[in-house]
């Protein structure tokens, strides 16, 4: 199926967004980005009811009226939507929790989670498309204990469509074997990536609420998340970041939670970076996964008794950075 967004006030064209389709239990089925001039196509998987969504940041989202589509029908289907701006200013901070419950039901948080979502399933929309050329420097740094003295560093340049910025593994998996796993002879350390941020296993198992921070002058609210308590593995709370006056997302800063050997410190995690590109379509811009280097020491207390415990004696940092993207037919995307 083909159709246009169009504004309903204006009639203009309405680019740079997404259109979802969505099957009668609202369940997302196919999603396109739309032209600079609002057109868009859809392909459905079988006949049958379905709905349209128009998905723009910093807009609520507007869900059409349900349609029909036959066997072997090319449906042409306009969308006209009505431009409601996200208000995030006007989002209150309470610094309270809500457990067991997805952050879009939950009033406190379905605003704010809303803009996260998009830009999220964006960001795993063009990933998935390949219709982009990267060029990105990868890394690996080692620091001090301190993380003020660089020791070792590699990096190289790679070219091609980007893959995941960090390794990962499904929801599920992270929910039964915890975000640390200790393998042969070394340690993995996961991150949550935008598929992962979105899947129910993990927003049933967290805790979620807002925060708020002026970062180089620029207002932010923030979608904190964290473990529930009973949880016994180790995980992952963090912050997803929104600029307060586009509702574009900005970044995700997560830490480590039940770190073996019980060390705690709160350097022990990760940064994503996000940037939303001139069409609509949205990548992870930069990343960085700092990884500690611990060490195990023996001391005697008095009475002659052995007393073990494990510290941060170094950290190794993984991560990268997109230095230019391009289109399929060579035109430079990024930087402008």
């Not at 064209?13 to 032209?35: C, H, K, M, N, Y």
């Not at 200790?182 to 049933?204: H, K, N, R």
């Not at 009475?303 to 993984?318: I, K, P, S, T, Y």
């Amino acid at each position: 199926m083909t159709g246009q967004v169009v504004e309903a006030t204006t009639a203009a064209p309405v680019g740079e967004g997404f259109v979802v389709l969505l099957d009668e239990q609202g369940r997302e089925i196919a999603r396109a980005l739309t032209a600079a001039d609002g057109r868009f196509s859809l392909t459905a998987p079988r006949p049958g009811r379905y709905r349209l969504r128009s998905e723009r940041i910093g807009y609520v989202a507007f869900v059409a009226p349900q349609f029909t589509l036959e066997q072997g029908q090319t449906l042409t289907h306009p969308l006209t939507v009505t431009a409601l701006a996200v208000q995030l200013a006007a989002v209150e901070v309470t610094g309270r929790t809500s457990c067991r419950v997805n952050p879009d039901r939950a009033q406190t948080t379905a605003t704010v989670w809303g803009e996260v979502r998009k830009a999220l399933a964006a960001a795993v929309w063009t990933e998935r498309q390949q219709i982009y050329r990267y060029r990105i420097v990868a890394f690996k740094r080692d620091w001090d204990e301190s993380r003020r003295e660089v020791r070792e560093q590699v990096s190289d340049t790679l070219f091609g469509h980007a893959r995941a910025p960090y390794a990962s593994v499904p929801a599920i998996e992270l929910a039964g074997h915890g975000y640390i796993v200790a393998e042969a002879e070394s340690i993995a350390y996961y991150g949550p990536d935008a598929v992962v941020l979105q899947d129910s296993t993990f927003l049933a198992s967290h805790c979620f609420g807002l925060v708020r921070r002026l970062l180089d002058g620029v207002e932010q609210v923030g979608l904190s998340f964290e473990p529930e308590a009973r949880r016994r593995l180790p995980d992952v709370r963090g912050v997803l970041w929104l600029d307060e006056g586009t509702a574009e997302l900005r970044s995700l800063e997560f830490s480590y939670t039940r770190v073996p050997e019980g060390v705690t410190d709160e350097r022990i995690g990760g940064t994503v970076e996000f940037l939303r590109l001139p069409p609509g379509a949205w990548i992870i811009r930069r990343w960085e996964l700092r990884m500690p280097r611990l060490q195990a020491q023996t001391f005697s207390l008095p009475g002659g008794v052995a007393q073990r415990r494990v510290v941060v004696r170094g950290f190794r940092d993984g991560g990268g950075e997109v230095l230019e993207i391009r289109a399929l037919d060579g035109r430079r995307v990024y930087p402008p």
